[in-house]
């Protein structure tokens, strides 16, 4: 998925940053250390606190890793067992090789740290409950259906007064890879950023040209403002498809599978308060009868083949329902 010899140029240092605090939760922001605790056989025995920036810290006793978050005042606590260090690092270190592609690596790391979730290694908040640790093969081969080779990812924040990009992203795929990736910067002499902010309803079709001049034809566009990416991550679940429906999202080009979903999304948000009740006014049974019909279909989709995520063994739009609730104030 990422090449060895990936190709950084053009990059925007402030795009980049605006990029993680727009990925980070906002409680994140607020405090954005981390704190690592060594203890002894359970999370409330502590041997030694670190603090991401200020180094070894005393504390008083705790009852749970998110009080000690708290009285930190960092984002998040890693507690690890003194005695599944070594083990945790002999599993690692058994598995990874030089070739290795580095999100293999990442998922082998994982692997490894979900083995051990809550017998030797416990967090707050507790992702590792949360998310998946699926094999490196299915991820390349969904990878490798839903974007086509020798075609560019593009994505872009605008700021709200529209006065200048807030973030970018462009990434070329090819032979399975992402082997190069840039910023706005890379074509910015074609399209001044200003320029583009000012009008990006309309010119972003600009900006797509000089994306497959320089880089190659994006088979996968985003375009929205930063206020528009706020409701969204933060929203209800069916925000997306408000700002889709409202035309605060714009997605040009976007790929059969992506539209299928969006589809199904869109008429879930515009049906959703009149199904509602139509729903109350149904007897128990029937709207018993109705979910089970619903999952049933979904479960045939996906058993099928048909549905865009069937390989990976997870729906990654059911994992983000999940993460949400990290991303509200």
Avoid: C
Wanted: proline fraction near 6%.
């Amino acid at each position: 998925m990422l090449s060895a010899e990936l190709e950084l140029a053009d990059l925007d240092a402030r795009h980049l940053r605006n990029w993680w605090r727009l990925l980070s939760p906002p409680h994140a922001l607020d405090a954005p250390a981390w704190a690592l605790v060594v203890v002894d056989g359970a999370p409330t025995k502590p041997i030694k606190v670190i603090v991401a920036g200020r180094g070894a810290v005393d504390t008083a006793p705790y009852a749970s890793l998110a009080e000690l978050a708290k009285r930190l005042g960092v984002g998040a606590v890693i507690a690890l067992d003194r005695g599944v260090i070594r083990a945790l690092s002999e599993e690692i270190e058994g598995v990874l090789q030089p070739a290795m592609d580095g999100v293999a690596q990442a998922l082998v790391a994982l692997r490894a740290l979900k083995k051990h979730a809550n017998r030797g290694i416990w967090t707050e908040p507790s992702l590792l409950d949360v998310l998946p640790a699926p094999s490196y093969e299915p991820l390349q081969k969904t990878f490798d259906l839903l974007v086509p080779d020798n075609s560019a990812l593009v994505a872009y924040i605008i700021d709200d007064d529209r006065a200048r990009i807030h973030a970018s992203i462009i990434a070329v795929k090819r032979g399975g890879d992402i082997v190069r990736a840039g910023t706005h910067r890379a074509i910015a002499d074609a399209l001044p950023e200003a320029v583009l902010a000012r009008d990006w309803p309309t010119s972003y079709e600009r900006a797509l040209v000089a994306i497959e001049k320089r880089f190659a034809k994006p088979s996968l566009a985003v375009f929205l403002e930063r206020a528009t990416w706020q409701r969204i991550v933060g929203g209800p679940t069916d925000q997306l498809a408000r700002e889709l429906d409202a035309k605060h999202v714009v997605i040009d080009p976007s790929p059969t599978w992506l539209m299928g979903l969006l589809s199904g999304a869109a008429v879930a948000a515009m049906a959703g308060r009149a199904a509602r009740g139509l729903a109350n006014m149904l007897p128990q049974s029937a709207r018993d009868r109705a979910s089970a019909l619903a999952h049933r279909a979904q479960a045939v989709m996906k058993e099928s083949g048909a549905h865009p995520f069937a390989l990976l063994g997870f729906d990654p739009i059911e994992l983000w329902q999940r993460l949400r609730q990290h991303y509200k104030e």
